[in-house]
């Protein structure tokens, strides 16, 4: 019996085989041969239940668990498909199947050494066991050991060539053994033997993706979605490769996609900004007024409600998506939309001028209603704006407290100037029958807040907060919790810290062993509003998953957005960093990523997270990069210069000023900078009240202080590539002197900032009394 092994992220595998057993205490042939019809008809469901009839009947008869199990997996249900093969293999311990199924099922579970043990265990009774040498390919694959792997499938191909799995297997190896031309042709191959084969089409997918061939890789990442389209990883990694490629002319099948990809979240939505940018600017009615808006000319109510008005970009679904899902990152589309909202502001102050509103207008003004909550309204306003907004929010003030009706444009309107929330008695307003577009703005501009509310009175306290930087940053984020976001992207889930670990730094070299529970304990060290949590309880979904933060604001919002999701196994609570040496607790993983360069002492703040840090355990890390901010740290010192404070008013006002002088000075790229585009990440990009900053050098003398060994960095898969090329004498590109040179060479390498993982070091005094140059 047998399950296509996919290394983690690579591929998900077709169903097992199943084949009748001699000699069955009881069970007859035809039971088995009805067992085995069911299981290659497909029907898992009816399988499962009469398998579990025999094991009830014939609990003797190790083919019925051995069934069991099979099904089970082919389900991908490998807890449950484990003990059932263990029970067969106690009734039938020399029966090759279930020995090769139990090391799938292993291996799956991130299990690679005992997986490894009983694959070669099936081999030892059947040397010619095709799915096994199959099976320990992968494995080996798996654990580092590509060379054998690739002799193992080698072999497994004389024995069976015409067959595609064990061709797309190879593939795997070849991978690993950075040999890609071969692997493109290993998986052509299994294409060529089974032109459906979906795992294959994702896996040169994926090969031409790091080969920088996205065009390419869209098309097989595509064709992977055409034959399972509710996979996730396929989603998951179609929208990673498109989001490399901006279009020049409309490709209806790849923009269907891409709005298939906001609405179902298959990354990040912000991820796929540029590319969305491309296809909305094909719309000729945005290209043009655009061009309008250059020649100085501004939008009036007639241009919104005209024959072919501007309410018809409610008819663009991508732009809808963007709006209701991101903040529009993009200079020119913003200035567009800001227009348009003043206009809207304008027809809605004129007697009569809401009977324009029909479906498509209101569908507009909702979704601009969102996006500036979502922006936190940062999008600048004249004062003649101010003054009409500040008349109408005083008019439906009014209306509320007399319960007199408010139509649906006045709200939509006010929405996008003014949060529903700030006006009297809000929660009345969710008492009211409004239309599907007014109802969502309620719901997200009230109703949730108020939940967050709830959520923040309850919120525990583990440590109290006392450091006077800390209850700076605290402030910072009660008034604006960043960032604010709506979806999470898909995240493959790892069945064990060790199995993503082998699968984000293959050539890492780890003196230790690995724990390969997947049980295992996680600390997120300041998880501000939750999206790197949840990304973390579903990479990990049996962990046990502490999320602690300064911010109750922050922690309010992290706490519904999880259960919304529907995600259990995170707890949240209030704590400082710094104090974190108090809290009775060890972890196998800490994250703490963005969070110690604004404390006053980051290394202090290291230092308590690694008391909490179990002996085996693993960090991932996140500080800002020195090199990668210098002209964010220039921007910095003008708005310390000018005396400009972090409010509201004076962030939008220099905010405006960069955009309007990008063109003429090196500020440019901030103006492309996603937290640019929304209050609470422009205040965090540029008004932050407490940032520290790090070079490689500095980095590396901490990681000697703390005695911590480098497992790797986060990066893109081009810069690794650059990086290789650069220095192929460093193959787990761990070396810290080289990555230094390498980032003079390439200042915006670290541009988010240094993402990485380490380990408490194992290494000899010699090791650890190097030091790296700082360099001008």
Request: with cysteine; charged share 25%.
């Amino acid at each position: 019996m047998r399950k296509n092994n996919r290394p983690p992220g690579s591929h998900v595998p077709s169903r097992p085989g199943m084949r009748r057993a001699a000699g069955s205490s009881g069970l007859s042939t035809t039971e088995q041969d009805a067992l085995v019809a069911l299981f290659n008809a497909g029907r898992l469901s009816e399988g499962e239940a009469m398998a579990r009839d025999f094991t009830r009947r014939y609990p003797k008869a190790a083919f019925s668990w051995k069934a069991l199990g099979t099904l089970l997996l082919a389900c991908d249900r490998q807890r449950e498909a484990l003990p059932a093969l263990q029970q067969a293999l106690k009734l039938n311990p020399r029966d090759s199947e279930s020995l090769n199924s139990l090391g799938k099922t292993l291996q799956d579970l991130g299990q690679l050494d005992a997986a490894l043990d009983m694959i070669e265990r099936a081999l030892s009774l059947r040397p010619d066991y095709v799915s096994a040498l199959i099976n320990r390919g992968n494995v080996l694959v798996q654990l580092g050991r590509a060379d054998e792997a690739s002799a193992c499938l080698d072999r497994a191909l004389i024995l069976q060539p015409d067959s595609a799995s064990a061709h797309n297997d190879q593939g795997h190896a070849l991978k690993a053994l950075g040999r890609p031309e071969a692997a493109l042709a290993a998986y052509a191959h299994a294409i060529e033997l089974k032109p459906d084969f979906a795992e294959a089409h994702h896996n040169l997918g994926s090969v031409l993706r790091d080969l920088g061939r996205f065009e390419e890789s869209l098309a097989h990442y595509g064709r992977a979605l055409d034959l399972k389209p509710d996979w996730p990883l396929a989603k998951s990694q179609y929208a990673h490769c498109l989001k490399r490629l901006t279009f020049t002319q409309d490709r209806p099948e790849i923009r269907a996609r891409l709005v298939q990809a906001l609405r179902e979240s298959w990354c990040r939505p912000h991820e796929l900004m540029a590319t969305c940018i491309s296809f909305i600017r094909l719309n000729p009615l945005i290209e043009s007024t655009l061009a309008s808006l250059d020649r100085g000319e501004t939008l009036t109510a007639a241009d919104l409600f005209g024959t072919t008005g501007l309410v018809r970009l409610a008819d663009d679904d991508l732009l809808m998506g963007l709006l209701e899902t991101c903040s529009i990152a993009y200079a020119d589309l913003e200035r567009l939309l800001t227009q348009v909202r003043r206009a809207l502001l304008e027809a809605v102050a004129l007697n009569g001028a809401t009977r324009l509103f029909d479906a498509t207008a209101r569908q507009l003004s909702a979704a601009l209603a969102r996006q500036c909550h979502l922006n936190d309204y940062v999008w600048v306003e004249s004062d003649p704006e101010t003054a009409r907004v500040e008349a109408l929010h005083g008019a439906l003030s009014l209306a509320l407290r007399q319960q007199a009706s408010i139509a649906e444009p006045y709200l939509l309107v006010l929405a996008a100037y003014r949060p529903l929330l700030t006006l009297p008695e809000p929660a009345r307003l969710l008492e009211h029958d409004w239309s599907k577009q007014v109802m969502t703005v309620l719901i997200e501009q009230v109703r949730e807040p108020l939940l967050e509310a709830e959520y923040r009175r309850a919120m525990p306290c583990l440590i109290a907060i006392a450091d006077s930087v800390s209850v700076a940053v605290r402030a910072q984020y009660e008034e604006h919790p960043y960032p604010r976001w709506t979806r999470a992207g898909i995240v493959p889930p790892a069945p064990t810290i060790a199995a993503y670990i082998r699968q984000q730094f293959p050539n890492a070299h780890l003196q230790a062993p690995i724990k390969q529970d997947s049980e295992v304990s996680i600390l997120v060290a300041g998880c501000g509003t939750g999206l790197h949590s949840l990304e973390i309880a579903r990479r990990y979904p049996e962990a046990r998953i502490l999320a602690v933060d300064l911010s109750l604001s922050s922690l309010a919002y992290a706490q519904r957005k999880t259960c919304e999701l529907g995600v259990t196994n995170i707890r949240y609570a209030q704590a400082d960093i710094l104090r974190l040496d108090e809290l009775d607790e060890s972890f196998d993983l800490i994250e703490s990523v963005g969070v110690l360069h604004h404390l006053q002492d980051p290394v202090a703040g290291w230092k308590a997270l690694l008391a909490r840090l179990r002996p085996d355990g693993f960090m991932s890390i996140g500080l800002y990069s020195e090199w990668a901010r210098r002209d964010i740290v220039r921007v910095r010192e003008q708005i310390a210069r000018e005396g400009r404070q972090p409010s509201a008013t004076q962030i939008r006002a220099f905010r405006q000023q960069l955009l309007q002088q990008c063109d003429a000075s090196n500020d440019g790229h901030l103006t492309r900078s996603a937290d640019f585009y929304s209050l609470s990440g422009c205040r965090d990009l540029l008004f932050h009240v407490s940032e520290q900053r790090f070079t490689l050098p500095q980095l590396a003398d901490v990681l000697h202080e703390l005695e911590l060994s480098l497992v790797g960095f986060i990066l893109d898969q081009r810069v690794m590539a650059r990086y290789a090329e650069r220095f192929p004498d460093d193959p787990s590109a761990t070396n810290l002197e080289h990555w230094h040179r390498f980032e003079q060479e390439h200042p915006k390498t670290f541009a988010g900032m240094y993402q990485f993982w380490v380990r408490k070091a194992a290494t000899s005094p010699m090791q650890r009394d190097r030091r790296l140059p700082e360099q001008p």
